[in-house]
């Protein structure tokens, strides 16, 4: 018996193009990152305005114009008048309320845990509800409640962004 011993060539293994996707599949996995990107900077815009008129000397009360360049309010930050005394009131402030609201929280827990009474389903309905008010709503109520009064804007406010109900003079 004789064999034949010619060989055939394989195939060449053909090759088909990668499917592409519809476009918002192909930039879908940059679309969001670039998306968050610009969201965290527009959030950070005030807070490098802040840091940029930091270095401002301003004329008067205000720092909403650039002067000049100056390094006063970083070496004697203390310095402007009645700057001590404010920080003193904040952390006074801050200290006592932190004590109060420590002690009115910790018995006001124990009571919701440890007896039953009416109301106590309110209550707890009252705690929880700042917790669960995002600061936009909170943001929004209060917005809608200076501009309903329509009280005016306290003397060196910030001038433009303070809407209320009343003209400006």
Excluded: C
């Amino acid at each position: 018996m004789a064999t034949d011993t010619t060989t055939v060539p394989a195939a060449a293994p053909r090759t088909r193009a990668a499917p592409r996707g519809s476009l918002g599949q192909r930039l879908g996995p940059r679309v969001l990152p670039a998306f968050t990107a610009l969201a965290i900077l527009y959030l950070m815009i005030p807070i490098i305005v802040m840091i940029v008129f930091s270095f401002n000397r301003p004329e008067g009360k205000f720092n909403y114009v650039w002067n000049e360049f100056s390094l006063s309010g970083w070496l004697h930050p203390f310095d402007w008048p009645g700057l001590g005394d404010a920080v003193r009131t904040s952390l006074l402030i801050a200290v006592l309320s932190t004590v109060a609201a420590t002690i009115m929280g910790t018995m006001l827990g124990l009571a919701l845990t440890r007896y039953h009474f009416r109301g106590r389903g309110a209550l707890n309905g009252i705690i929880f509800l700042p917790m669960a008010t995002p600061e936009i709503v909170l943001g929004a109520s209060m917005l809608t409640l200076f501009v309903a009064t329509a009280l005016p804007p306290l003397s060196g406010s910030v001038p433009t962004l303070y809407p209320t109900g009343s003209p400006r003079s």
